[in-house]
Structures are given as structure tokens and as C-alpha cells.
């Protein structure tokens, strides 16, 4: 099975950075789409940004132009780097993985929770203005 465990949450101000970090262990072969999904309490779960493994990358109208997802293959870890944060950025952020790739160009069809088998804990993100 895959391990994913998510680091670097915070709490930063507006307008601040942050950097998540998903170290990943497990069949490589079950990870070939990684995402960072969140989730604030009484709200699903969205999703943020993906990277496959040859690189392509995707993200949300909402953190476009704002968060870059990166991969090091060597140290099997993917970031979500996050710039000028806001509020509305404060949730739980998770990292996931699947094997499954979808060919589809518009970010939404990358974001279906129920595609991707495995789910770190999380880490907490908290933004105040």
C-alpha cells in the first residue's frame, strides 16, 4: 500500500507563503497522480492542485497564478507551494494518489475525490487577515 504523510502547515498572515510538503511510500505505480485536496469543517473536501508523474499539472480557478505544485522524484516528495495567501485559503490540506489518469483538460475532471485511493492525515493551514 502507499503512506502519504503531509508537513508544514502553519499559521501565517495575509498575504504570506507557506510550503506543504507529501513524503510518499509504497508501490510507485499507485501514485502516478498525486493531489493536494482541502477541506474547512461543514464543507467537501476540493481540490487544490495535481502533478502526475511526467509532470503535467493542474489547479482550481481559485489558487491559480497562486500555488505551484512541484515533484523531487529522489526524495519521493511533492510540494504545494501557496503565495499570497488568503483567508479563505484556512482549511485542512491533504495529499492523495492514484493510479488512474484522466484525459481530460479542464482541471475539474482531475479533482473526482472518489479516484484516488490513498489520503495522507493532513495539515493545517490558517491564514488570518
Known amino acids: 500500500q502507499v503512506h502519504l504523510v503531509e508537513s508544514g502547515g502553519d499559521s501565517v498572515q495575509a498575504g504570506g507563503s507557506l510550503r506543504l510538503s507529501c513524503v510518499a511510500s509504497?508501490?510507485?505505480?499507485?501514485?502516478?497522480?498525486m493531489a493536494w485536496f482541502r477541506q474547512v469543517p461543514g464543507k467537501e473536501r476540493e481540490g487544490v492542485a495535481v502533478?502526475?508523474?511526467?509532470?503535467?499539472?493542474f489547479y482550481s480557478d481559485s489558487v491559480k497564478g497562486r500555488f505551484t505544485i512541484s515533484q523531487e522524484h529522489a526524495k519521493n516528495t511533492v510540494y504545494l507551494q501557496m503565495n499570497t495567501l488568503k483567508p479563505e485559503d484556512s482549511a485542512m490540506y491533504y495529499c492523495?494518489?492514484?493510479?488512474?489518469?484522466?484525459?481530460?483538460?479542464?482541471?475539474?475532471?482531475?479533482?473526482?475525490?472518489?479516484?484516488?485511493?490513498?489520503w495522507g492525515q493532513g495539515t493545517q493551514v490558517t491564514v488570518s487577515s
Open positions: 492523495a494518489a492514484t493510479s488512474l489518469v484522466r484525459a481530460g483538460t479542464d482541471w475539474q475532471w482531475q479533482f473526482i475525490k472518489a479516484d484516488y485511493s490513498y
Open positions: 509504497g508501490n510507485s505505480d499507485s501514485r502516478i497522480r
Open positions: 502533478i502526475y508523474r511526467r509532470g503535467d499539472t
